[in-house]
């Protein structure tokens, strides 16, 4: 059993800041990404940045330069800093691992629940 528990949303003014975190936890050999994922109102999921093991980054050119992804790897997690938000960050994020649970068993991709960041204007 894997699971990935996210915290940090919350209303917020344009221009203010977030920091998420998720965090995941139970039968994990490794984890070779995580990101974080958003979901507004009528549109589809898209990524918002994600790092690997090795701390290779990559970012939506949305949110380039405003968003900062970090990982803490010994707790097996990771942080996304938002800075400079807009009312077009609002959005359920999700968090996403993609780890394998055993040496033998190939990566597989598990998600959060979602925490929702709404920003106004």
């Known amino acids: 059993q894997v699971q990935l528990v996210e915290s940090g949303g919350g209303l917020v003014q344009a221009g203010g800041s977030l920091r998420l975190t998720c965090a995941a936890s139970?039968?994990?050999?490794?984890?070779?990404?995580m990101g974080w994922y958003r979901q507004a109102p009528g549109k589809q999921r898209e990524l918002v940045a994600a790092?690997?093991?090795?701390?290779?980054?990559n970012y939506a050119d949305s949110v380039k330069g405003r968003f900062t992804i970090s990982r803490d790897i010994a707790r097996n997690t990771v942080f996304l800093q938002m800075n400079s938000l807009k009312p077009e960050d609002t959005a359920v994020y999700y968090c996403?691992?993609?780890?394998?649970?055993?040496?033998?068993?190939?990566?597989?991709?598990?998600w959060g629940q979602g925490t929702q960041v709404t920003v106004s204007s």
């Open positions: 996403k691992a993609t780890l394998r649970r055993a040496i033998v068993v190939r990566n597989s991709d598990y």
């Open positions: 139970g039968s994990i050999f490794s984890i070779s990404s």
């Open positions: 790092i690997t093991s090795g701390g290779s980054t």
